[in-house]
């Protein structure tokens, strides 16, 4: 289907999205902008990323989210140890949540032990509510379920799909999710009917292509399809020499060559990779929100830059031609 898409946007000039304007997550009733804050590197996870976030600059950034043009933000129990949520939390005590913001976290499983049971997973909503200083959320994700448990053990009774199910029938929770890497593993888990959005990451970027069969299932089903990374960890940021590894993990010297062919394409129209790797996941229209992680608030203005930038159609063509022909490489 992505070949088909890509064909189509060439008989026009492509016009980026608004990526303010709200549209349906789904069949949830939520709408959402079709970019998502996420909140990662608010957690101060400098072995991660290369950098600390403080306290002060991590709050200035979720008050900046709160009053800027995205109505998305993604965080998780498990992010810095829940500094995340911490961090969120601050702010949403002292502020609330304004009027049609969404607030999305995940469940995740004991640090310590690796539990993901039900019980598990129940503790891991309670916790995430208490440091939000909130008492409910709109959209809840299971969260990796693929280092843990396996599909049949996720959805067997007593385990922790079973444990989001009924805490979404009792209202502690508005919708369910899937959040993990695996493209056949979460289409298993969205061909259950129980999920209604499903975040998938670095499998559906300028680079790698992994995820259309997922997006596909996603699309054909009304689940809301959320693609996180699309910068890859950095490499489609700032290039692979500057950032050789890929999902923060080492890549395959052929993947560093294909991006660098996409920069030397984008240099070449004065287009920077950065906004061509964003706008690669706003201008599929199978895509329902696109994550991109900030740590500061200048980066929303940055975000609202490449996501605006003009891209000329026959950019697309040449990047297309540099990507590479085998997939797999993740999973």
Same mark, same amino acid.
């Given at each position: ?140 994700? +299971?969260? /990796? %379920?693929?280092?843990?448990? =396996? ?5 067997? *009774? ?5 444990? $989001? ?116 996941? +706003?201008? /599929? %229209?199978?895509?329902?929100? =696109? ?5 500061? *608030? ?5 975000? $609202? ?27």
């Amino acid at each position: 289907m992505a070949d088909d898409l890509t064909d189509d946007r060439r008989t026009a000039a492509y016009e980026p999205p608004d990526p303010a304007e709200r549209r349906a997550f789904g069949r949830t009733g939520l709408t959402v902008t079709p970019i998502c804050i996420g909140t990662s590197p608010l957690a101060s996870m400098p072995t991660l990323y290369g950098y600390a976030v403080d306290q002060e600059r991590a709050e200035a950034t979720v008050e900046a989210v709160l009053d800027g043009p995205f109505n998305f933000l993604d965080t998780s129990n498990n992010y810095g140890g829940g500094s995340a949520e911490r961090r969120i939390g601050a702010v949403v005590r002292r502020r609330g949540v304004p009027d049609g913001f969404v607030l999305a976290t995940k469940a995740d499983a004991d640090p310590d032990s690796g539990d993901f049971s039900g019980e598990r997973v129940r503790r891991s909503v309670e916790e995430s509510l208490e440091r939000l200083g909130v008492d409910h959320v709109p959209m809840m994700y +299971l969260h /990796d %379920p693929e280092f843990h448990v =396996t599909f049949e053990q996720a959805m067997a *009774p007593g385990g922790p799909v079973e444990a $989001l199910v009924e805490l979404r029938d009792a209202g502690v929770v508005g919708h369910l999710g899937i959040a993990g890497g695996p493209v056949e593993l979460m289409r298993r888990f969205v061909g259950t009917g129980v999920f209604e959005a499903v975040i998938n990451h670095n499998r559906w970027t300028l680079v790698n292509r992994e995820a259309d069969p997922l997006i596909d299932d996603a699309a054909e089903r009304g689940v809301a399809f959320v693609n996180g990374a699309p910068y890859g960890g950095g490499m489609l940021v700032k290039g692979p020499d500057a950032q050789p590894r890929y999902a923060y993990r080492d890549t395959d010297e052929s993947v560093r060559d294909a991006v660098r062919a996409m920069k030397r394409a984008c240099d070449a129209h004065g287009v920077p990779l950065a906004a061509a790797a964003l706008q690669f996941s +706003l201008r /599929d %229209p199978r895509v329902t929100s =696109t994550i991109v992680g900030i740590s500061e *608030p200048a980066r929303i203005a940055t975000t $609202l830059d490449l996501a605006t930038t003009p891209i000329p159609p026959e950019l697309w063509d040449e990047l297309d031609q540099c990507t590479p022909a085998y997939g797999g490489w993740l999973d």
